[in-house]
């Protein structure tokens, strides 16, 4: 026998059309407007009147990695600081051991690596590399204040295309006032270039500049206060340097025997003709160099990798970064 179905749902939904009558009647105002309308007439009328104090950024420097910042890294050729590309930078083995490999960014679209520009000894990766500085807003060119280091934009030898950025301190900020829109800051600032880094030889620091001079906000940038250990890349390279030594000290590498030498030697004598007289030490370690990447000698790591070992106080590459 069928049974008639029950009237639960017909009540349920008619209480609800009672009730949601009821609280459109509560939220009515005099003017027949409900208080979820006005709120939300409010909000658009308030946005409106906040866009056109809504200010845009200047392009920076140094494109973010995401919500990250950059990173920039300091040159042993002249002191200066350069751009971290985090596409192409990547860790690799030589035979003076690991090393961060900063390189320019692709060339083209199909995957070229570029030049590389530095070499920093993964022991050295925390303090030779920082976190991007950022460029001032007119807006916030009050969080400049005396004693702060910063970072400047300089042109050697007033040329306006080449320039490089170096660490300073603010020795006074002279304010005036001005609104908070692009290029309305007035302000100028005293600034003293910082001594070189004690990473730099005798002659980079000499290419470092010194003294006072005046500048105004468009060349100034402020540095993060952010560890740049926290950065995501820098995280990544230094697990795949743990992970690296973990794997040689499993599997280290056995050193040259005398016999190899004196093979070695023996080479280069019945080549040359003659023994061999100033220098000798040194061709004979290129020639294990050879022998060990065509297989002679059976210690981990072999040949090394594109770039060789790292040289420091080369000429600038092309474009004003320079090779160390």
Not at 56 to 72: D, I, N, S, T, V
Not at 183 to 201: A, G, N, Q
Not at 230 to 237: F, M
Request: net charge neutral; charged share 25%.
């Amino acid at each position: 026998m069928r049974h008639p179905a029950p009237d639960h749902g017909y009540r349920y939904c008619a209480t609800v059309r009672r009730r949601s009558a009821s609280r459109r009647a509560e939220f009515q105002d005099a003017g027949g407007t409900s208080a979820v309308q006005r709120t939300r007439r409010d909000f658009e009328s308030e946005l409106r009147s906040a866009l056109p104090c809504i200010q845009m950024p200047r392009r920076c420097r140094h494109q973010p990695a995401g919500k990250f910042h950059g990173l920039e890294y300091e040159c042993l050729n002249n002191g200066a600081w350069y751009e971290v590309d985090l596409n192409t930078s990547c860790i690799v083995e030589t035979r003076a051991g690991l090393f961060l490999s900063v390189r320019e960014p692709d060339p083209d679209p199909n995957g070229l690596k570029g030049r590389t520009l530095a070499e920093i000894s993964a022991d050295k990766i925390m303090s030779r590399l920082r976190l991007s500085s950022e460029p001032v807003q007119d807006a916030t060119c009050r969080a400049v204040k005396e004693e702060d280091i910063v970072a400047v934009k300089w042109h050697p030898s007033n040329d306006q295309e080449a320039f490089r950025y170096y660490d300073v301190r603010v020795v006074c900020a002279r304010r005036k006032d001005h609104g908070n829109d692009d290029h309305d800051c007035k302000c100028e600032f005293i600034l003293e270039f910082c001594k070189p880094s004690v990473h730099l030889s005798d002659e980079a620091k000499a290419k470092v500049p010194s003294g006072t001079f005046t500048t105004d906000i468009g060349n100034t940038c402020v540095l993060p206060c952010d560890d740049v250990a926290s950065h995501p890349s820098v995280e990544r390279w230094l697990k795949q340097v743990e992970r690296w030594r973990g794997v040689k000290s499993k599997h280290p590498a056995t050193t040259i025997p005398d016999e190899t030498k004196q093979v070695a030697q023996l080479k280069l004598e019945q080549a040359s003709g003659q023994p061999t007289g100033a220098g000798k030490q040194e061709a004979i370690d290129a020639q294990l160099g050879t022998m060990q990447t065509h297989g002679c000698h059976g210690g981990v790591g072999g040949a090394p990798a594109q770039g060789g070992a790292p040289t420091q106080g080369g000429a600038p590459t092309q474009g004003g970064a320079p090779t160390q």
